[in-house]
């Protein structure tokens, strides 16, 4: 490869057309400042306007960009190209989720897990408006706040063994985001979200092995929050045996 020149190999597959997918290499000029979503965008619009994936705001804040770069999954607007200088660099779909078409693939599973977690504050009942904002303390929003950054961006679910072995695992991000609400002193819905999180393919079923939190490129670390629902899950389990309701 030349000094001006990057070497790109992405997965192609059609599935209206092609057995199965297979990669397809491409040369793209090189400046230190490109990212591999630059790659990609000079290829759809100045070779091949047939290469198909997904990005919108080339900022590191969408999460749409996803993808498994020579091998590990990464934002493509967030990898640039000098970290892969003297090497052709291998785009492929994430793993563990089927894939539509090239780079895309079918988000719905996770989609279905994010809205079975309730992704909202929940009150048992609410006040109106005038009476003004819920209010809380900055020690109060420290127990949740990293785990709000999460920009859906299912990397986690790519890196996770346990995701690619059973599917029906609520899995990192979706687990995170739901002991978030858990430990915001606003919300009163984890009545509603603790049987989710503890059933058998929530939290129990990760045997942290903690690739969700290495992976993140927004510093967010699912494990911890697993291990924390976890805590609280067997917390609650001991108080429930110790002071059951009804009893004195």
Known sequence: MSQDIATIRVTRYR??????????????????????????????AEIDGSLTYRWSCRM????SCGANIDGEPKLTCAS???EFKGRTITVEPMTHFPVIKDLVVDMQDFMEKLVKIKPW???????PPEQGEYKQSAKELERYSQF??????????????IYGLNEKFLGPAATALAYRYIEDSRDQGKEVR??????????????????????CPKGVDPMLAIQKTKILGATNAIKSLLMPRGGR
């Not at 400046?31 to 990609?40: E, F, G, K």
């Not at 603790?194 to 992976?215: D, N, Q, R, Y």
Request: contains cysteine; negative net charge.
């Open 15 to 44: 599935p209206e057309k092609d057995a199965k997918p297979f990669f397809q290499e491409y040369k793209v000029p090189y400046r230190h400042d490109m990212v591999v979503l630059d790659a990609l965008n000079y290829i759809k």
């Open 60 to 63: 590191g804040v969408c999460g």
């Open 80 to 82: 640039f190209l000098h």
């Open 121 to 127: 504050i929940i009150r048992e009942k609410e006040t």
């Open 148 to 161: 709000s950054s999460c920009i859906n961006c299912m990397l986690c679910y790519a890196a996770c063994p």
């Open 194 to 215: 603790f049987p989710i999180v503890h059933e058998m393919e929530g939290a129990w079923e990760c045997t942290l092995v903690g690739e969700c939190s290495v992976v």
